[in-house]
């Protein structure tokens, strides 16, 4: 019985918003906005579940002394630190600001610059020109880098091709962008929109039970 409600809610709330996005009525309105504040409401506590849990799991990786259980200090003494400075000071306060752009920031852009040399390694295994659609995907990559970059167009206009115009490679890069780019990712959403539709149907039918805790 007890997992008979959460399907119950689900199905009756997943009727009613598609019911909202497709009737202008005012009571049609006001439903779907009263249900956008409840989702509002929850947030927090699915913020304070989500804390508990990132307690949790780095207490247990102190306990247990795995690999950089170290730096699991640093996530609670961060944790802390931002707390109590947003009880007792506003996001206004000189302290906070400090803290916002002079730890928050920097970590922020470190970590993305990090990310942009993983991506490099991970494009320079996956563009190895070993086939046909490999070559094209590599010849296409570097065009679309290349106009990304002001370098680029002296590079292609002066060094390389020795075009005429000015934007040549930025030509290129923006055509690649809006026809063969853009028609893909288009296909890409339509089909992810589809299989949206298809699990969310499953999921307000009760086929799909995943998300209770179990297999079944």
Not at 26 to 31: D, G, L, N, Y
Not at 181 to 193: E, Q, T
């Amino acid at each position: 019985m007890k997992r008979q409600v959460p399907l119950v809610l689900c199905f009756v709330f997943g009727i009613v918003m598609i019911l909202t996005q497709f009737s202008p009525h005012s009571v049609s309105q006001w439903v779907y906005e009263e249900v956008i504040s409840w989702v509002l409401i929850i947030g927090p506590f699915a913020l304070v579940l989500a804390t508990v849990t990132l307690i949790q799991t780095h207490t247990a990786r102190i306990r247990r002394r795995t690999e950089h259980w170290q730096y699991s200090f640093v996530v609670f003494a961060g944790l802390i630190i931002m707390v109590l400075i947003g009880i007792f000071f506003t996001p206004q306060n000189s302290v906070f600001e400090w803290l916002y752009n002079n730890v928050q920031l920097p970590m922020d852009a470190t970590m993305f610059s990090l990310l942009a040399f993983f991506i490099a390694s991970a494009a320079y295994r996956a563009f190895r020109a070993r086939t046909f659609e490999a070559s094209l995907l590599l010849i296409t990559a570097l065009i679309v880098m290349m106009g990304n970059v002001p370098v680029g167009d002296f590079i292609w206009n002066k060094v390389l091709f020795w075009t005429p115009w000015e934007d040549g490679v930025s030509w290129w890069r923006q055509w690649i962008l809006d026809n063969p780019n853009l028609s893909a990712r288009r296909g890409i959403i339509l089909g992810v929109s589809l299989g949206v539709i298809s699990q969310s149907i499953r999921i307000i039918l009760g086929i799909e039970r995943s998300y209770l805790g179990g297999g079944d």
